[in-house]
């Protein structure tokens, strides 16, 4: 009998050593990353590249904006639902783009100044992007992919489209231009 539970024991220890000492193909270990933000680097407003994976931890709002635009008041509400929450763990990542009626056709600076003079704009911002097409930002890929529109579709439609983060870095939600900031409010606070 101790011959035999000897013999279960080293299996079982060898079992084990192979298992420990397989070695995760590449695939297999992007695919732990795939499906989250923290995967994607992206230039801020002043050209800096910034890691998403700098906000682990944190409920994230991706926004696509525009200055010129209809929904360009939304700029407040955003700056205010981030004071609002930002102590908790909320951060809003504005993504300018120029695709929608050319509403944000100017260079960053502009940009930059707009949105600081014009709204009191404090969270980050970053340089402009395509959203859509054959030059979309990999972000933005992702996210359509992750959380497709109204009826599947996956491009965005407009300029002020809302991702939500939960602090995995997974997208849990994609809200259309004309949802104010503050009908975020509840969501974001279930996250936090």
Known sequence: MKTGLTLIATLVLAVGLFVAFVPVNNNQKNKIMDNTIYQ??????????????DYKGKVVIIVNVASKCGFTPQYEGLEALYQKHKDAGLVILGFPCNQFGSQESGSEADIKSFCSLTYGVDFPMFSKIDVNGDNAHPLYKFL?????GLLGIKAIKWNFTKFLINK????VDRFAPQTSPADLDSSVVSLL
Do not use: Q, R, T
């Not at 359509?144 to 497709?148: A, F, M």
């Not at 995995?168 to 997208?171: A, F, H, L, P």
């Open 40 to 53: 994607f680097k992206a230039l801020n407003i002043e050209g800096k590249e910034v890691s998403l994976s």
């Open 144 to 148: 359509k992919d992750e959380k497709p």
């Open 168 to 171: 995995e870095g997974k997208v």
